[in-house]
């Protein structure tokens, strides 16, 4: 059964500066990964997502990486704002299309 | 579009009482998804139809809860009789599922309905 973990669970940092978020599955059969935004009270907005032949995407001050043969993904934001403020959400799509998800990491960005 | 719609946003009843919450899925999408989200559990997928089809219901938790899609453009999940214990937000997402081979499968998920069961 895929599993999905999420690292760190909640992380604070000061306005501009760029970071990391984690995320690592079980299973390397995947089709593909996606990462979600989650803003408290609304529903997840699809941020970016990797085909499994995929290495990366790229989003504005987004960029998320992929080593399906080590079951890892990061999200990088870059001069991350007040506006980044909500959970992130990571995915993976098995072969039946249905997607496992992570528990999330709470990002707070301070101004 | 107006994306994924969901009704009701909020849903308070009693325990053993019917609930019934629903969805309507972005236009031309031939996807849809029951989600569950709790503090405990996170997000789980509770069911997902295809051209209206039931794919895989592994994730609906008992016979308590059933789900139907009667047309593209609808979908019910069904909650009888409900309990405390079913209290979460419950997600609709639909996408468009094509050949492997040009994979759109971006997830576009609804706002949400937060039931609480007293």
């Known amino acids: 059964k895929q599993e999905v973990t999420q690292i760190p669970a909640a992380l604070s940092v000061p306005e501009g500066e760029n970071l990391v978020l984690n995320c690592s599955f079980t299973?390397?059969?995947?089709?593909?990964l996606q990462w979600f935004r989650q803003d408290p009270g609304k529903g997840l907005t699809s941020l970016l997502l990797?085909?499994?032949?995929?290495r990366e995407q790229t989003s504005g001050r987004l960029n998320a990486s992929l080593d399906k043969s080590s079951g890892r993904s990061t999200l990088y934001i870059a001069a991350s704002q007040p506006g980044d403020s909500a959970t992130y959400l990571c995915?993976?799509?098995?072969?039946?299309?249905?997607?496992?998800f992570g528990s999330g990491t709470q990002l707070t960005v301070l101004p | 579009d107006a994306g994924v719609i969901q009704s009701p946003r909020h849903e308070v009843t009693e325990m053993g009482q019917e609930v019934t919450l629903r969805c309507k899925p972005i236009?031309?999408?031939?996807?849809l998804f029951w989600y569950r989200q709790t503090m405990m559990r996170g997000l789980e997928l509770l069911i997902y139809?295809?051209?209206?089809?039931?794919?895989?219901d592994s994730g609906m938790p008992e016979d308590r809860f059933s789900a139907k899609m009667p047309n593209a453009s609808f979908s019910t999940l069904k909650i009888q009789p409900s309990e405390p214990r079913d209290s979460a937000v419950y997600f609709c997402?639909?996408?468009?599922?094509?050949?492997?081979?040009?994979?759109?499968?971006?997830?576009?998920f609804g706002p949400g309905t937060r039931l609480t069961v007293l």
């Open positions: 299973d390397s059969a995947i089709y593909n």
């Open positions: 995915a993976v799509e098995g072969s039946a299309r249905q997607l496992t």
């Open positions: 997402a639909s996408s468009f599922a094509g050949d492997r081979a040009q994979i759109t499968d971006t997830q576009y």
């Open positions: 236009s031309g999408h031939n996807s």
């Open positions: 139809f295809n051209n209206n089809v039931p794919i895989d």
């Open positions: 990797i085909q499994s032949s995929q």
